[in-house]
């Protein structure tokens, strides 16, 4: 299956070049034929397609410079902790102000962290923010050893022991069970880097709660079925051959196959833009599939167990979620405050699947939770673009500002 998939991967990214250079042999000989209307829309499909690339690599963030306060101040990227699978990454401004450091937990689910680039802008005019930035199991040999659930937790108590006490954790999607577990941990512990602040957005903490098409499809098949058909081994010219995998490529396809009349209406978007030379929405919708297109592979031994505890069993608010034989007790949490962020028209995760945590937190006083759910946005939502901006991440901030 993987080999399959190279090899038709191999075949479109000898044409994609082709493509692009069939485009400038069209304006250039005869310039007045390749602005007719017939031209520049044949133009701009073989445009759209040489710009519609799958990658396994990690792209850039590119944040080079960011707004604090009345000045615009440089980035640098710094590695603060390294291990085989991950790097803490720190978005390190040039200023003296001291800011609090909030950790973005990235998730696991086939795409790399530069997917959380806009919500890491955000958030830096006015924090220290860190990143955990997956390594692409593909790539990392067998002798660094397995990455499972309980690895995931390990690697968040670590990245906040190394950034020190009253650091904050925002969790995106997927890693919010990971998260809770963490915190829930280092509580019981009386751990003193355990987060100041915890924010859990639109996660699966409870997917028995309000289901949707993807809770549905994890619930349709036994495990079995999971581990005969979905999994891979990593053939051998790549780092982390022999491994076990889910391919990020069927990934991607399970997250295009819930939206296929969306992602067609955009390709179709795409090449009326470029026909209409109208470049700034050609560029937006370009590199938007850049990073969408952009596929790791996931550890078996992670997805796996992951799809049975979180989406079958529902370990977690049942109360038998357990990591390293221990088992995990949210209402041992005390201490960090707790806000949960939902969108209204969340497709992936649905309403009320991560207000649930606030339930499980039992042990929190009241003033220290607080729940958000955002209307007019679906999953993506929740965490880039204008309501991001504008509505979540104010509501974020003060959370965070009070519990400094």
């Not at 701009?44 to 009345?70: Q, Y």
């Not at 022991?161 to 509580?187: E, T, Y």
């Not at 957005?201 to 289901?211: E, K, L, Q, S, Y």
């Amino acid at each position: 299956m993987y080999e399959a998939y190279g090899a038709q991967a191999n075949v479109l990214d000898f044409c994609r070049p082709l493509a692009s250079a069939t485009v400038a042999a069209l304006r250039q000989p005869w310039p007045m034929f390749g602005e007719m209307l017939s031209t520049r829309k044949f133009a701009g499909m073989l445009e759209t397609f040489a710009n519609l690339a799958i990658t396994h690599e990690r792209l850039p963030f590119d944040i080079t410079e960011v707004a604090d306060g009345n000045e615009i101040v440089p980035v640098t990227e710094e590695v603060v902790a390294s291990t085989p699978f991950a790097t803490l990454l720190r978005f390190k401004k040039e200023t003296s102000a001291q800011q609090q450091r909030v950790l973005i937990v990235a998730p696991m689910s086939g795409h790399f962290a530069t997917l959380l680039k806009a919500t890491v802008k955000t958030m830096l005019q006015h924090h220290d923010v860190y990143i955990t930035d997956w390594r692409n199991i593909r790539d990392i040999p067998i002798a660094e050893g397995e990455f499972s659930f309980d690895t995931y937790v390990d690697h968040v108590i670590d990245f906040l022991r190394v950034m020190g006490p009253r650091s904050h954790v925002v969790a995106v999607c997927q890693p919010c069970v990971a998260v809770l577990a963490a915190a829930s941990i280092m509580a019981e512990q009386d751990d003193p880097a355990q987060p100041a602040s915890m924010t859990l957005m639109a996660g699966p903490i409870d997917t028995r709660i309000n289901p949707t098409k993807v809770n549905e499809l994890a619930k349709t098949k036994p495990i079995e079925w999971f581990e005969r058909n979905l999994l891979a081994n990593v053939p051998k010219k790549f780092g982390g051959a022999g491994r076990k995998v889910y391919p990020g490529f069927m990934q991607l396809t399970a997250f295009v196959s819930m939206n296929p009349e969306r992602h067609m209406q955009s390709f179709k978007d795409m090449a009326k833009a470029y026909t209409e030379n109208d470049m700034p929405k050609f560029k937006f919708i370009k590199d938007f599939y850049a990073e969408y297109f952009a596929i790791m592979d996931l550890p078996a031994e992670f997805y796996i167990p992951t799809v049975k505890t979180v989406f079958q069993d529902h370990l977690l608010p049942l109360g038998k979620l357990e990591v390293h034989g221990r088992t995990i007790k949210p209402k041992a949490i005390r201490k960090t405050a707790l806000l949960t962020i939902e969108g209204e028209r969340d497709d992936i995760c649905g309403l009320g699947q991560t207000l649930a945590a606030q339930d499980l937190c039992s042990g929190l006083r009241q003033y220290k939770k607080s729940h958000h759910v955002q209307t007019g946005v679906g999953h993506y939502g929740t965490f880039s673009g204008r309501r991001w901006n504008n509505e979540i991440y104010p509501k974020l901030r003060d959370v965070i500002e009070m519990t400094a």
